[in-house]
């Protein structure tokens, strides 16, 4: 168990619905990103928070969303599913200057059907 | 734009034969290269953290040694227990709480017994 909790583990949902994955990070750390990882672009950066506060923005669709609350934990949502959109999403977590990189959590596999 | 590539895409070794994987990157300013292990299904799990040119580090069967340019991971005489993706990472001298790692596609990994 690396500490970073993510739920749920799989989702299948049809094309045009509105899901929501959660995360909540390693205690103590105060970042959290979202990765996106799928078979031909690997893991690609989506958004980061820090403390609350969004950070660092990726190649995320506008129809993704993300934020991080007071407790610390982060929640994507991901809306207007498309057949694409299938894929690994993980969440990482980790204090600002950490030596290890981040701390990955064992990801939401989405299935959009 | 920082970017990582990783080769060969696919690496087929006999148990006890040593090879290297290559990581080539571009980035502003190197503040660290990341080596993570990674096993289907599940989230990457770091391995080593390399930040200047001549570092290397060890841990068990696997050496990452990193340049100016590129890193390797050197596996020596390795197990079916190895067979993974391992991917490389880097993260720019941005600096802040910016914490941003790019990835490359990774290197799979089958170490047959």
């Known amino acids: 168990d690396s500490g970073v909790t993510q739920t749920p583990k799989h989702l299948i949902t049809a094309t045009g619905q509105r899901v929501t994955l959660r995360c909540s990070p390693r205690?103590?750390?105060?970042?959290v990103y979202w990765y996106q990882q799928s078979l031909d672009q690997g893991l690609q950066f989506l958004i980061q928070?820090?403390?609350?506060?969004?950070?660092a923005k990726g190649n995320i669709l506008e129809r993704f969303s993300a934020q991080q609350f007071p407790d610390l934990h982060s929640e994507l949502n991901l809306s207007s599913l498309e057949l694409g959109d299938s894929a690994l999403y993980f969440c990482?977590?980790?204090?600002?200057?950490?030596?290890?990189?981040?701390?990955f959590g064992s990801g939401t596999r989405l299935t959009v059907v | 734009e920082d970017q990582v590539t990783q080769s060969p895409e696919a690496l087929r070794l006999q148990e006890g034969e040593s090879s290297s994987l290559n990581c080539s990157y571009t980035?502003?300013?190197?503040?660290?290269l990341f080596w993570y292990r990674q096993d289907p299904g599940k989230g990457p799990e770091f391995l080593f953290t390399?930040?200047?040119a001549g570092e290397e580090k060890e841990k068990e069967r696997l050496k990452a040694t990193l340049t100016k340019k590129e890193s390797f991971l050197h596996i020596t005489a390795p197990k079916p227990e190895d067979s993974a993706t391992y991917l490389c990472?880097?993260?720019?001298?941005?600096?802040?709480?910016?914490?941003?790692?790019?990835f490359g596609k990774g290197t799979l990994l089958t170490v047959n017994p």
């Open positions: 990482a977590s980790s204090v600002v200057a950490a030596n290890y990189g981040y701390t």
């Open positions: 390399l930040y200047s």
């Open positions: 990472a880097v993260r720019p001298n941005s600096g802040g709480s910016n914490y941003k790692l790019t």
């Open positions: 205690s103590g750390d105060l970042s």
């Open positions: 928070y820090y403390n609350g506060e969004e950070r």
């Open positions: 980035v502003s300013g190197l503040r660290g």
